[in-house]
Each structure stands twice: as structure tokens, then as C-alpha cells.
């Protein structure tokens, strides 16, 4: 029997980025674990020539011993295998090419020898005597004095034309040459790839300082791979207003209360009620006239669960007392804060920073005596946030009734270059309050978020949970290994799996909550289908996991690509557009549910988002049609929905703010009464650094987190052959992207 193990993989380039015509050599180190030695008589393949995998190298078919250094090679022997290929156009495209070792018979064995490439422009001739330059063309955000509350988080973007002699490549850089650096935390940012006479858009993330009476004003321009300034100058000017809020100081110790009972007894405002402070002060802030005394008589009238427990106070009392009031949320930036009902947020000193700027309320928790231990019963304390300030916050504290900074008194910062991680020492937990009727600190539009926030709600059945779930999407081939468990084991909350798994692997997953969703598994192939024909495909599968406690199942994917069941484009298919589709879903929902009773959860599947368009990507191609005029088609099918699901991608930050996260809020708004989940979400571009995914699924989860009826997200995916560069581990080495380290 033949068989052979991949054991490692290089080549002599960066894959992500070899220009046109380079010559690079991979080299796969494989390991015979069958029974026959190789020798001469066996050969390398090209593979998967009608998937698209792609022949680069100067042939096929290459006899085993012109591309390895050994005549032959014996059971338990490993060798590496390096056949030279060349980078082919087209360029800025992911291209792929698949081998495999084939025996004298002509058949295909063992594990397959695969890479993935990005082909950039072929290397210029020297440009000594060529020159660079750009031409402003329009602002396309922020005109000049723009008025943005302090604090507030905004891109400058600017459409310029390269009217130059040379292309903009990596080396090319937007630079900061003067005015108020502070805007922005960057003072470089690389450039899109621009050639001659094209048009690019330069952006740079910035924020909103201080309110002062000057406009602040910063200043930019493009500067070349040999650091030289070129071209317009470029600038942003703001004018900084103060974040709408009026809270009122107040003491704990007033005279005025500080002996009176709080709520039930038998504790006393003096020696009990910062928290209740806390909250007379913030509900000053969202327009209320209130003191600590009164916002106590007001709690003592909410129902039980709502208000008091002895001298306890809900977290959620002033949403409850006062209808404008919303709360959002009690989290801790680590495991081992001690704050109790928390939950965690790896990313919360950036969750504070976004509240303070839309002009909401913020209270921590700290420890009362930062130099002992803390013990939740004993050293409890409440302090309200008012802004940030450097690497501090300004606090009003309910003790004395006086502001301060947080770390001069709760902090036990020994150096100012440890200001973050002393914040993240000091700060316990944090409360995050909202009200619908104080105006956000952003413009409506700006971030394209904030024009619709305030009108999200759900009102589908109640999610167990409470929040919404952290989860990764199983492997793509349904069946995860070993090394997938390691990856993610104790980092996300649930998972996403194909139906085809197998009990054993689905327990494989150790995760922070016991609830799992399947999308059920069939392979189109240009087949046409009937709803019973998928039924009877997925049963078994289905029947397994049901058995093993799953409920929620996603009814396919992605049905807007040929690929996945869509007849367009010449390919066959089982439905022609969402009118079709939402026919053929609302039987397989109907046999299903006869099959395995109505208690199971079948929901509507994600969509490719974007408009009508011919696709490859990773292994996958066809072509796409428009997921808003499919989904729209397809509406009886998500009115019969039990839930529903989309697919959210990015590119960049900007986008993680504006086009995925609109989508979702736009899905809350357009179907109010549906459990939603993002079954997939990711940026799949290859050319982004892995830390820089990660911050971005950080920052995606935490907008997403405030949205009303979100059940779970899942991030796209722990791993599988051909989505790599989405993937968090490295199906060759079994290593981590790097991706997952930067989403914790």
C-alpha cells in the first residue's frame, strides 16, 4: 500500500506577493508511511485542474527523482521534494496549484502538496530619472470645520491621483509633517498600490481631542521608498466640542442622606452607597434632576429582580426606573479581576473609550484599598468615569464627592510608561448605561453606524444567553483534528459545524457554553436537487446531532453562488433567485421538522454579501447574484425562519465599522422579530498582517455586542485546505495564524 505524510513546507519567497515572472522554488519534506520504496518509476502531479489549480512549473508531470535528491526513497523515509515554477499573471488575484505523488499504476496517494500565491507587478527597470507626484482631487469625509464631539473616533479621507512617473508601492507612505499630532495616533500609513493616472484614497483613523477655541488642524503629505516628499499638501481641520452630558457631583457622606437606610437596610448611605451615587450622578448626566435620596425612593418602587435585595442594588435599576435608560453590559478586562456577574472583554479599556465618545455613562469598579488584595465583600467600590484623560481617566468619586484622576487614587501604577496595564489593574469592572433620548457624540452617518443605532430592537424570543456569543466556524471539510481543539480550546463560546461531523469530534471542542449550531452540509456540484433529495442527504447527519443535544441548524449557505445549488451562468442548480429558493427552504423546513420534531430550529442561511459579480475564492468559483435582490425574493422563506443567518467580511478597519456592522444592524432593523447569527465573518484578503485580523475581529464582536437579538458570531474558520489566509491555524504545521492572539 502507498501513502505518504506532508512534514513541512518553504520556498524561497514571500507567497504572498512574488512578482510577475519570479522564479521561486517550494519545497514540500514528505514522509513515506506506506509499505513500497519509491524510486524513479513514481511521479509528481499536477491536481485539480477543473477546480482551477494552476500549472506553474515547466511541466505536469515530473518523474519523483528529477525534483527530490534521492534515487529512492523506503518506507519510514521522509524527502523533500522541490519543483521550481514561475509567478504567472494574473496579479492581485489569490492563485493556487495542488500536487500529488502518484504510484506506476497512475494513481494518486497521500497527503496533498499545495500552495497558495499572490502575483504583484514584475520588479520596475530603474527609475533614477523618473519622478513622483500627486494631485489632491476632494475631501471625501470631515470638510473643514467639521464640529466632532471630544472624543469621538473619525477617518480623514482624501481622493487623490498619482500624476507621477512611478507606482505607488509598499514603500510608499502618507506621512505626518505638522500641525496638532495628536489627532492621530499614527504619524505614517502605508498608501493603496497606485500606478500612474489611477486614483487612490488616502485615509487615516483619528480622534477628536479636547474642546479649546482654536480649530485643531493637522497636516499630510505622501512621501517616496527613498523618503522623499512629494506632491499636494494635505490637511484636516476640526473643531472639538464638549461630549452633551451635565453630570452633577455627589457624596455619599452628604449630611443630607448620608445616615438615611438604603433601599431595605439594613446598610446606610454613608457606608453603602456609592454604587446608588453612581447612579444619581449618571442620571443627572441623561437629563434627569435627581439626587441620591430620591434615585433610592425611586429604586424602592421597582418589582423584585429589578431594584433592591436588602441594601443591594440591580445593576439594571436605572434602565428599569427610567424608560430612556439603557444598560449594556458588566465587563471585566480579565479572568481574575474578582468583580463578580462580569463578563469578559479583552478589548474594554477601547469599549470605555468608544462609550465616553457617543456620550454614554460609564461607572467602575475598584478596589477601595489598591495595596492590599482584593475581596469583593470588603473592598467594593463605585466611581463614575467622566473622560479619558492621557493614560488616566477622570473620575468623580461618591466617597468625598470630588473629581480626581482614577490611578491617583485606585491605581498602582509605579512608572508612566505602565499607565495602560495599571488601568487594567484598577479598573475591576465596568457598567455601560445609554439613553435614547442624549444625543450621540458622533453626527448621524459619520461612522455609519450611529444614523440607525438608536432604533434597533428585537422582539423575537428571548436568548437564553443574554449576549452575544463568541464563536469559530469548524473546519471546512466537516471533520477537525486534534490540533484544531488545541488552537481554540477555552478561547470562544460556542462553535459552528458541518452536519458531516462526528459526535466524538463535536465534543472534541471545549468551550464556554454547551450550545453548538450545524449548518447542514450538502455538495451541489451543478446538480439540481429536490428539497426530499437534501433531506434524505443530511438525515443521518442530522439525526446524529440532534441525538446529541444540537437544536439550531442552519439550512445550507451561501445560496446566491452557483457553487452552492444557484442555476445561473450555465451551471445547473435547484433554484434560479430567491423566489425560487425560499420555496425550496420552506419544505426542507416542513420535512424536517415531521422528521424530528418541532422543537429543532431551522434557519434561514448567510448570504455572499455584494452585488451580482463572478467569484473565485480559495477553492471556490461561479458566479454570485445580488444578495439584497436575492434576500428580498427570498422574504417568505425568512418570515418561516426560525432564525436567521448573514456573512459579514471586511478589508479594513473602516469597513469592520461601517459595511460589515451596518449589514447586521441593517438585518436587526429589516427583520426585528428574528434571532440573528453571524455565521460567518472574517477579512479574507492575504496581504493583511494576522495581528491586524485580529484587532479587527476584536473591534467587529464588541459593535456587534450592542446590537439587540445577535445570538452568537462566528469567526470564519479554525482551518481547512485552501482558506489559509483566512484560517487561524496552518494546515501544514498545525501552528497558529497569529490571528486568534490578537482577538483575546
Not at 171 to 198: C, N, W
Not at 272 to 291: D, H, P, Q, R, S
Not at 428 to 440: D, G, H, N, Q, V
Not at 597 to 618: C, E, M, R
Request: aromatic letters at 12%; charged letters at 20%.
Amino acid at each position: 500500500m502507498n501513502q505518504a505524510q506532508f512534514v513541512t513546507f518553504h520556498t524561497t519567497h514571500d507567497l504572498d506577493g512574488v512578482p510577475e515572472g519570479t522564479v521561486f522554488e517550494p519545497t514540500w519534506r514528505m514522509r513515506n508511511t506506506g509499505a513500497t520504496t519509491w524510486d524513479n518509476i513514481f511521479t509528481v502531479r499536477l491536481i485539480n485542474i477543473e477546480q482551477g489549480s494552476k500549472l506553474m512549473a515547466a511541466r505536469p508531470t515530473f518523474n519523483l527523482a528529477d525534483v527530490t535528491d534521492r534515487a529512492t526513497v523506503a518506507p519510514g523515509e521522509e524527502v523533500n521534494i522541490t519543483i521550481p515554477m514561475e509567478a504567472l499573471p494574473p496579479r492581485d488575484t489569490l492563485q493556487f496549484t495542488d500536487w500529488q505523488l502518484t504510484d506506476p499504476g497512475g494513481t494518486q496517494f497521500g497527503d496533498i502538496m499545495w500552495l497558495r500565491i499572490i502575483v504583484t507587478d514584475p520588479p520596475q527597470p530603474p527609475d533614477i530619472f523618473k519622478s513622483s507626484d500627486s494631485q489632491f482631487l476632494a475631501d471625501l469625509t470631515i470638510p473643514d470645520d467639521t464640529k466632532i464631539v471630544t472624543g469621538s473616533t473619525f477617518s480623514k479621507q482624501w481622493q487623490v491621483r498619482n500624476n507621477g512617473e512611478r507606482i505607488w508601492n509598499d514603500g510608499y507612505r502618507l506621512v505626518f509633517t505638522g500641525g496638532d499630532a495628536y489627532m492621530s495616533t499614527q504619524v505614517s500609513i502605508k498608501v493603496p498600490h497606485t500606478r500612474p493616472g489611477e486614483e487612490a484614497v488616502l485615509t487615516v483613523p483619528m480622534m477628536a481631542p479636547a474642546p479649546r477655541s482654536q480649530p485643531y488642524i493637522s497636516y499630510w503629505r505622501l512621501q517616496d521608498d527613498r523618503e522623499v516628499l512629494f506632491g499636494d499638501q494635505f490637511w484636516v481641520k476640526i473643531e472639538a466640542t464638549p461630549q452633551p452630558n451635565n453630570i452633577k457631583l455627589y457624596s455619599q457622606n452628604d449630611i443630607r442622606w448620608r445616615n438615611r437606610v438604603l433601599g431595605y437596610g439594613p446598610r446606610t448611605f454613608g457606608d453603602y452607597g456609592c454604587l446608588v451615587t453612581c447612579f444619581a450622578m449618571i442620571l443627572n448626566g441623561f437629563g434627569e434632576n435627581v439626587t441620591p435620596r430620591t434615585a433610592n425612593d425611586r429604586f424602592l418602587q421597582l418589582p423584585p429582580g429589578q431594584g433592591y435585595v436588602g441594601s443591594d442594588i440591580f445593576f439594571i435599576a436605572p434602565a428599569a426606573a427610567y424608560d430612556h435608560v439603557q444598560f449594556h453590559g458588566n465587563y471585566k478586562p480579565k479572568l481574575d479581576t474578582g468583580a463578580l456577574y462580569a463578563q469578559l472583554d479583552g478589548n474594554l479599556l477601547q469599549r470605555i473609550d468608544a462609550s465616553l465618545a457617543r456620550g454614554d455613562m460609564v461607572i467602575f469598579q475598584v478596589d477601595a484599598t489598591p495595596l492590599t488584595p482584593y475581596n469583593p465583600d470588603l473592598d467594593q467600590h463605585w466611581v463614575v468615569c467622566k473622560e479619558r484623560q492621557g493614560n488616566d481617566y477622570l473620575i468623580y468619586d461618591p466617597i468625598t464627592g470630588e473629581a480626581l484622576t482614577l490611578l491617583s487614587r485606585y491605581g498602582r501604577q509605579t512608572r508612566v510608561s505602565d499607565g495602560e496595564p495599571a488601568l487594567l489593574e484598577a479598573i475591576k469592572s465596568a457598567l455601560f448605561y445609554r439613553s435614547t433620548t442624549t444625543p450621540s457624540g458622533m453626527q448621524p452617518g459619520e461612522d455609519g453606524i450611529s444614523d440607525i443605532s438608536n432604533t434597533l430592537v428585537y422582539t423575537g424570543p428571548a436568548w437564553p444567553f443574554g449576549r452575544t456569543l463568541s464563536g469559530i466556524h469548524d473546519r471546512a471539510n466537516r471533520h477537525p483534528q486534534s490540533w484544531d481543539f488545541e488552537i481554540t480550546d477555552g478561547q470562544f463560546d460556542t462553535v459552528k459545524v458541518m452536519s458531516g461531523i462526528t459526535t466524538s469530534e463535536l465534543f472534541g471542542y471545549d468551550l464556554n457554553t454547551d450550545f453548538v449550531l450545524a449548518r447542514l452540509y450538502e455538495s451541489w456540484g451543478g446538480r439540481d436537487l429536490s428539497p426530499q433529495d437534501f433531506v434524505d442527504a443530511v438525515a443521518p447527519d442530522m439525526e446524529r446531532l440532534v441525538n446529541a443535544g444540537v437544536r439550531y441548524f442552519e439550512m445550507h449557505n451561501e445560496p446566491n453562488l452557483t457553487h452552492e445549488g444557484l442555476d445561473a451562468a450555465g451551471v445547473n442548480g435547484s433554484w434560479k433567485d430567491g423566489a425560487e429558493f425560499a420555496d425550496f427552504f420552506i419544505e426542507v423546513q416542513r420535512l424536517l421538522k415531521l422528521r424530528f420534531g418541532s422543537h429543532i430550529k431551522i434557519g434561514f442561511p448567510g448570504l455572499s454579501p455584494g452585488a451580482d459579480t463572478f467569484y473565485q475564492v480559495g477553492p471556490d468559483s461561479g458566479f454570485r447574484m445580488d444578495s439584497k435582490r436575492f434576500l428580498a425574493d427570498a422574504a417568505p422563506a425568512v418570515a418561516a425562519a426560525d432564525f436567521v443567518g448573514l456573512h459579514a467580511y471586511f478589508a479594513n478597519m473602516d469597513e469592520v465599522r461601517s459595511g460589515a456592522t451596518r449589514l447586521v444592524r441593517e438585518y436587526r432593523k429589516q427583520f426585528p422579530d428574528k434571532l440573528l447569527f453571524v455565521t460567518e465573518y472574517s477579512n479574507p484578503l492575504t496581504q493583511v498582517p494576522s495581528a491586524e485580523k485580529g484587532r479587527q475581529n476584536k473591534e467587529f464582536l464588541r459593535l456587534i455586542s450592542d446590537i439587540p437579538g445577535v445570538g452568537a458570531a462566528y469567526y470564519f474558520l479554525v482551518s481547512g485546505n485552501g482558506w489559509e489566509h483566512q484560517a487561524l491555524r496552518r494546515e501544514g504545521s498545525a501552528q497558529s495564524t497569529g490571528i486568534l492572539e490578537a482577538m483575546v
